[in-house]
């Protein structure tokens, strides 16, 4: 008879993942760099958000960013159009970005001449939960039009998050969404803060703002 042994491929994944993550991390804080996990569904806002911050943020700080999808380089484009330096990372199959992943771009980076970086990460709620990539802060953007059930819906990524963005609020009565609902489900997951906000009309951008600013400075 053969012997069949067990093998804990996921467990020796994020094992493997965990080491990377925290040489990247010793790498940002070494050079002094704060790193922010922007997480969220496909057109949650996240790129818009960004942007925003990169145009606020700009004047005060060196920033870059590290643009995550199957094809990265139309996020990426839009980045570098607003003057900062944008590393596009394509994920092929892949779903999610993993510490490997920010390991080959922070390759491109000269970590000495930034203060922040942004990780916008794929598009989707569950995937990118698992994968620490050795960032100092983790973001969730949701969308109003995801529907006010998302969050229940998707806990972990809530559950370990320092951030919640609901965004889009300003068309949340033609969505039938609360997003009063989807900020008290957020912060039940364990989410210790909620941001509410439009891109679009431009509210909580200031309070966005304000947020990034202060974790920065720390």
């Known amino acids: 008879m053969h012997k069949v042994s067990d093998v804990k491929v996921e467990q020796d994944i994020l094992k493997i993942n965990k080491r990377i993550a925290s040489d990247n991390r010793a790498l940002f804080d070494e050079n002094g760099v704060t790193v922010f996990n922007v997480m969220g569904a496909i057109g949650s806002g996240k790129t818009c958000l960004i942007e925003k911050a990169i145009d606020m943020l700009k004047d005060e700080y060196s920033i870059a960013v590290m643009a995550g999808d199957v094809v990265a380089k139309y996020d990426s484009d839009r980045f570098t159009a607003h003057g900062i330096i944008s ?3 394509s994920t092929g199959k892949e779903c999610h970005l993993d510490a490997h992943f920010i390991e080959h771009g922070i390759e491109e980076l000269d970590l000495s001449s930034i203060d922040v970086l942004f990780i916008e990460n794929v598009g989707n709620l569950i995937c990118p939960s698992d994968f620490d990539l050795g960032e100092h802060f983790k973001i969730v953007i949701v969308s109003v039009s995801e529907g006010d059930d998302i969050v229940m819906k998707h806990p972990v990524i809530f559950k370990n998050a320092d951030l919640t963005v609901v965004n889009k609020i300003d068309i949340s009565e033609y969505v ?41 400075e720390g």
Do not use: H
Request: hydrophobic content about 35%.
């Open 87 to 89: 590393i596009p990372i």
């Open 176 to 216: 039938g969404a609360s997003s009063e609902k989807m900020a008290e489900d957020s912060m039940r997951c364990g989410c210790p803060r909620v941001i509410m906000a439009s891109c679009k009309k431009g509210a909580g951008i200031d309070e966005w703002i304000q947020y990034l600013r202060d974790s920065i």
